[in-house]
T-cell receptor, first 110, second 112 residues
Framework: NAGVTQTPKFRILKIGQSMTLQCAQD?????MYWYRQDPGMGLKLIYY???????DKGEVPNGYNVSRSTTEDFPLRLELAAPSQTSVYFC?????????FGQGTRLTVV | GENVEQHPSTLSVQEGDSAVIKCTYS??????FPWYKQELGKRPQLIID?????GEKKDQRIAVTLNKTAKHFSLHITETQPEDSAVYFC???????????FGSGTKLNVKP
């Protein structure tokens, strides 16, 4: 099993550009999450999903959108990128209590 | 939502010493208490967890203890090694929860 896979690993965006961060899991988990981690800081919840077709906001949703059309995929969309969105983004899925994280996407907005 | 605090924010110990990190939470409904380890440049990974019907759990050199009355739980690492150097996060939650929040993290540095 691949677990949770994120693409791309690195990306540089210009201010105002848009992009989608991809996240896929092959563990058939219903619960999926997007977090951002600024340098030297903790993980902040952006959006989460409890199953296909159901999403909800976390602590810091502004500037982001998500969709969950299948159990496997949970993409995160950035519209009109801003320097404040420079961060490392982690996708996670959960079974019972345990969370499984992807390897992260390092995004820089210049 | 859950208000989670971790102490200390940084901890430096000599190899072979013990380390203790404390996590305080606010939601009395929380019944699941995990600890995650994040090495530099890597993803967080679960290292140990405990449910509220258990007061302590041990796995080799690491252990977690829970004080539900005081709403805190702690990570204990004995005989620390340089590879224990990482950032540790707690993420208390209600089991089968929808969402969970991480503490701010504790950076542990083990000096050889």
């Amino acid at each position: 099993n691949a677990g949770v896979t994120q693409t791309p690993k690195f990306r540089i965006l210009k201010i105002g550009q848009s992009m989608t961060l991809q996240c896929a899991q092959d563990m058939n988990h219903n619960y999926m999450y997007w977090y951002r981690q600024d340098p030297g800081m903790g993980l902040k919840l952006i959006y989460y999903s409890v199953g296909a077709g159901i999403t909800d906001k976390g602590e810091v949703p502004n500037g982001y959108n998500v969709s969950r059309s299948t159990t496997e995929d949970f993409p995160l969309r950035l519209e009109l990128a801003a320097p404040s969105q420079t961060s490392v983004y982690f996708c996670a899925s959960r079974s019972g209590g345990r969370a499984f994280f992807g390897q992260g996407t390092r995004l820089t907005v210049v | 939502g859950e208000n989670v605090e971790q102490h200390p924010s940084t901890l430096s110990v000599q190899e072979g010493d013990s380390a203790v990190i404390k996590c305080t939470y606010s939601d009395s409904a929380s019944n699941y208490f995990p600890w995650y380890k994040q090495e530099l440049g890597k993803r967080p990974q679960l290292i140990i967890d405990i449910r509220s019907n258990v007061g302590e759990k041990k796995d080799q050199r690491i252990a977690v203890t829970l004080n539900k009355t005081a709403k805190h739980f702690s990570l204990h690492i004995t005989e620390t090694q340089p590879e224990d150097s990482a950032v540790y996060f707690c993420a208390p939650a209600v089991y089968n929860f929808n969402k969970f929040y991480f503490g701010s993290g504790t950076k542990l540095n083990v000096k050889p």
